[in-house]
Structure formats: C-alpha cells, structure tokens
C-alpha cells in the first residue's frame, strides 16, 4: 500500500526535490558525559552545521537528525536539510540506554525513507552517527542482542550504515557488536574536528551518483 504524502511533505520536496542524504545523529547524554564533554559536544555541532552550510549541494541534499539517549530517548532534532537545523544544547543526566537509542534511530529512518519514497525523492544509504562514552546501562542482554541482530540485518541488506566513536574509555569491544565496521577512540574531546570530518564525508557522498561506493577522508580525529 502506498501512503499518501502529506501537503508539508509535498511542499518540502516540491521546493527541494534534491535526492537526500540522511544522517542520523545518535548521541550519548548520560552523565558520564556531563561538564566539559558534553560542552564539547554542543560545539561541535554547531561546527558540523556551519561547515555543511559551506557546500551548497550538501546544504539540499544532506538531512540531520538527532537523537539523544541517556535514561530517556528522544528526537531532539528530526530531519531537517543544514538551513533549517538549530544545534540544539544538550545536557547530560542518567544512564545509558544504547539498544532503545539504535532501535528508534533505525525507525526513525524507516519512516523518512517511507516518506521519500511516496514524494518520489531518491536518496542515499543512510547513516547513523553514533557517539557514546560508555558501555550500555540499564538495559536487558535479550535488548541489546535484539538491537545489535536487527543492525547487523539492515547493514546486510545495505539499508543502513553503522558508525560507532568511543569517547574517553568507551568500551569500544562492547560497541563493535553494533557495528560491523571497527569503532574508534576520539582522541581526547576533539568533537570540532570530528564533526568536520563528518561533514566532508557528508559533502562527498552528496556529490556521489546514488549506489556509488564513497571514499571517506582518513579520521585524524580517532585512533583503533
């Protein structure tokens, strides 16, 4: 059955029927991240949206949505092309619940692919970015296992990508079971360049034919 587009959806891609790029950013917020990570973190955000802003066919054709997850998971951010998005303030309080964060993200993503789809618009495999300091907590081993089965399907089938970065002592043993590519150590709190990294790859797949393979910049922002 086909779902009938809202009249938002079709003004939105009326005015902009660029193919997407969606990007999802998944970020840790437990209070192991409160004080100068997190401080970090906002300001990386805002780097990461002056620099798409920078590319003016990334700015129509990459969409940011952000995610933050601690003892909650919400949407703090939903898909918006880097004009219309505002960095958000985050703040750090909780636990940290990795599994429901990665099941909503990969919702999330059904959902706007659902939409493009009906308003005709291609896109690109979507990402999910996710940034975490710390191993799950307060969440069931049948959960997790349910969250890393269901990643390591949709990358099989290539409707997604998984990247995982392990802040300050992250168990990145433990984040590799939600993805199939090595997750790596951000060196020191280097967020501001991270995320620069993250939108020159968004920028390159941008600029890419749809399906094509990208190679991404090397990450001098991380280490194995």
């Not at 493009?116 to 997790?144: C, H, K, V």
């Not at 300050?168 to 995320?195: I, K, V, Y």
């Amino acid at each position: 059955m086909t779902e009938t587009p809202r009249l938002d959806e079709l003004v939105e891609f009326a005015v902009n029927p660029e193919p997407r790029c969606p990007c999802v950013l998944l970020l840790d917020t437990s209070s192991s991240m409160a004080g100068e990570p997190i401080a970090e973190l906002n300001r990386g955000l805002i780097a990461f949206r002056d620099a798409l802003l920078q590319d003016a066919l990334a700015a129509r054709r990459v969409e940011v949505a952000i995610i933050a997850f601690d003892s909650r998971v919400r949407i703090v951010q939903d898909f918006v092309t880097p004009d219309r998005f505002e960095p958000p303030t985050l703040e750090a309080a909780g636990l940290t619940h990795t599994a429901a964060a990665l099941q909503i993200a990969l919702d999330t993503l059904h959902a706007r692919k659902t939409q493009y789809r009906a308003n005709g618009i291609a896109y690109y495999r979507p990402w999910i970015f996710m940034i975490t300091d710390g191993a799950p907590q307060g969440e069931s081993e049948p959960a997790l296992a349910q969250a890393a089965k269901r990643v390591q399907e949709e990358e099989a089938a290539q409707h997604v990508s998984v990247f995982a970065v392990g802040v300050e002592g992250a168990d990145t043993a433990e984040l590799a079971r939600f993805t199939p590519r090595t997750p790596l150590h951000l060196n020191g709190l280097n967020f501001s360049e991270l995320f620069l990294w993250l939108s020159a790859s968004m920028q390159a797949v941008s600029r890419s034919q749809l399906g094509a393979q990208v190679a991404l910049p090397p990450p001098g922002w991380g280490t194995v």
